[in-house]
């Protein structure tokens, strides 16, 4: 593939296939970025630190080297990857008709139905891993709002593009729990925040969920046309656009210093595609201003001339594929395909290794980082390939 130029459809739809044929090489059972405490000895010697916790965490996720087969983490079913593959898939056959792809969908998608995480009114799902983060401690397979988000827009799409009201019931479902699971962080009339994971502890507000949840509602309400969802919706996407900075960016949490994080670049998309979806599905142009304030920082500030993905807005490197990812993604959805091309064409050439079918992790000053992570890196690639072939012909 000449990577200086832009690429095909078909010349994507061949990077695709070969990367949806690595997570079928593993049964879609891959490692994941914050999956350490999936080795049972690291584990068991966290214990219930939070200290060994993130220390164990953190180690194993920020080493250059792919130790994870080493040090026995075991591979999982990721349910945010399942979801964004059988997007992916959907897309493909929604371009081509293949009804291998939607077959293949469907399969992911059964087993997300069939695997639930349980312990809350409506359908929701989690990691398959403990995780301890900087604000919260999520036991295996605890359910949260942003893995949550991602399995209900799959199950939208598989509704619309397969026209099974099955999907759409359990989408229903899925916003039981967004809606009604603990806890609301901040609410009034107009504006309402919610947590990352429904715990009555919480106080940690991190800015994209609540777009996430907000951006899947909207949509379900315009789909069933239901006017309380949408009023829901609203409120949830309004307490984000009211958090956004004077030059059109977001910081990661709330308030900005509960966490490092500053401008990031995949957060900053989820927010932006979040805020575009409500608009499209509510018909209210109420966000257009702050999304046209948000899209041109995260154009100019959140990547390179070459199409590289900053990491954040003040700190480059690491580049990192779900950056580059999320950047085809946004750009393509909201019909910026030169945009779209440029990281497209970067990522090709700095990212893919043709040899073994598997995106680059990271790519850092002088060195790649070559981990094999099927969510992060394999997932994200394939919905940006089918979202950029799907943009491409409209």
Same mark, same amino acid.
């Given at each position: 593939?000449?990577?200086?130029?832009?690429?095909?459809?078909?010349?994507?739809?061949?990077?695709?296939?070969?990367?949806?044929?690595?997570?079928?090489?593993?049964?879609?059972?891959?490692?994941?970025?914050?999956?350490?405490?999936?080795?049972?000895?690291?584990?068991?010697?966290?214990?219930?630190?939070?200290?060994?916790?993130?220390?164990?965490?953190?180690?194993?996720?920020?080493?250059?080297?792919?130790?994870?087969?080493?040090?026995?983490?075991?591979?999982?079913?990721?349910?945010?990857?399942?979801?964004?593959?059988?997007?992916?898939?959907?897309?493909?056959?929604?371009?081509?008709?293949?009804?291998?792809?939607?077959?293949?969908?469907?399969?992911?998608?059964?087993?997300?139905?069939?695997?639930?995480?349980?312990?809350?009114?409506?359908?929701?799902?989690?990691?398959?891993?403990?995780?301890?983060?900087?604000?919260?401690?999520?036991?295996?397979?605890?359910?949260?709002?942003?893995?949550?988000?991602? #399995?209900?827009?799959? +199950? !939208? &799409? /598989?509704?619309? @593009? *397969?026209?099974?009201?099955?999907?759409?019931?359990?989408?229903?479902? #899925?916003?039981?729990? +967004? !809606? &009604? /699971?603990?806890? @609301? *962080?901040?609410?009034?009339?107009?504006?309402?925040?919610?947590?990352? #994971?429904?715990?009555?502890?919480?106080?940690?507000?991190?800015?994209?969920?609540?777009?996430?949840?907000?951006?899947?509602?909207?949509?379900?309400?315009?789909?069933?046309?239901?006017?309380?969802?949408?009023?829901?919706?609203?409120?949830?996407?309004?307490?984000?656009?009211?958090?956004?900075?004077?030059?059109?960016?977001?910081?990661?949490?709330?308030?900005?210093?509960?966490?490092?994080?500053?401008?990031?670049?995949?957060?900053?998309?989820?927010?932006?595609?979040?805020?575009?979806?409500?608009?499209?599905?509510?018909?209210?142009?109420?966000?257009?201003?702050?999304?046209?304030?948000?899209?041109?920082?995260?154009?100019?500030?959140?990547?390179?001339?070459?199409?590289?993905?900053?990491?954040?807005?003040?700190?480059?490197?690491?580049?990192?594929?779900?950056?580059?990812?999320?950047?085809?993604?946004?750009?393509?959805?909201?019909?910026?395909?030169?945009?779209?091309?440029?990281?497209?064409?970067?990522?090709?050439?700095?990212?893919?290794?043709?040899?073994?079918?598997?995106?680059?992790?990271?790519?850092?000053?002088?060195?790649?980082?070559?981990?094999?992570?099927?969510?992060?890196?394999?997932?994200?690639?394939?919905?940006?390939?089918?979202?950029?072939?799907?943009?491409?012909?409209?």
């Amino acid at each position: 593939m000449k990577t200086l130029t832009t690429p095909t459809p078909t010349e994507c739809l061949d990077v695709l296939e070969r990367v949806l044929q690595t997570a079928r090489d593993i049964s879609y059972r891959g490692y994941s970025k914050h999956d350490a405490l999936n080795a049972p000895w690291l584990e068991a010697l966290a214990g219930d630190s939070r200290l060994r916790r993130l220390i164990a965490i953190q180690t194993v996720m920020r080493s250059p080297l792919h130790v994870r087969p080493l040090i026995g983490v075991r591979r999982a079913v990721n349910p945010k990857g399942h979801s964004l593959f059988a997007r992916a898939l959907l897309a493909r056959f929604r371009v081509t008709g293949a009804e291998r792809d939607a077959d293949e969908a469907r399969m992911l998608l059964g087993e997300l139905l069939d695997h639930p995480s349980g312990g809350f009114p409506g359908l929701s799902w989690g990691y398959p891993y403990p995780w301890q983060d900087g604000g919260f401690f999520a036991p295996r397979n605890f359910p949260n709002r942003v893995v949550t988000s991602f #399995v209900g827009q799959a +199950l !939208l &799409d /598989a509704y619309e @593009t *397969l026209h099974d009201a099955h999907y759409l019931e359990a989408a229903r479902n #899925v916003a039981t729990f +967004l !809606l &009604d /699971a603990p806890k @609301t *962080l901040f609410t009034d009339d107009a504006h309402r925040c919610v947590s990352y #994971v429904p715990r009555d502890d919480i106080t940690w507000i991190v800015m994209d969920v609540s777009a996430l949840a907000g951006a899947f509602t909207a949509k379900l309400a315009s789909l069933v046309g239901d006017a309380s969802l949408m009023h829901e919706a609203g409120r949830l996407v309004r307490y984000v656009v009211s958090k956004q900075t004077d030059e059109g960016a977001w910081f990661y949490a709330e308030p900005p210093s509960a966490s490092r994080i500053t401008h990031d670049n995949y957060h900053t998309g989820f927010i932006l595609d979040a805020i575009a979806q409500y608009g499209d599905s509510s018909g209210s142009n109420e966000f257009d201003g702050a999304y046209a304030k948000g899209i041109r920082f995260y154009e100019e500030r959140l990547f390179e001339p070459d199409g590289a993905p900053r990491f954040m807005s003040d700190q480059q490197y690491p580049y990192d594929i779900h950056g580059a990812a999320q950047g085809i993604i946004t750009f393509s959805l909201h019909r910026r395909m030169p945009m779209a091309a440029k990281v497209l064409r970067w990522t090709l050439a700095n990212m893919w290794d043709p040899r073994s079918g598997w995106f680059y992790y990271q790519k850092r000053r002088g060195m790649r980082t070559k981990i094999r992570e099927l969510r992060w890196c394999q997932a994200w690639m394939s919905l940006a390939l089918a979202t950029y072939v799907e943009a491409s012909g409209r």
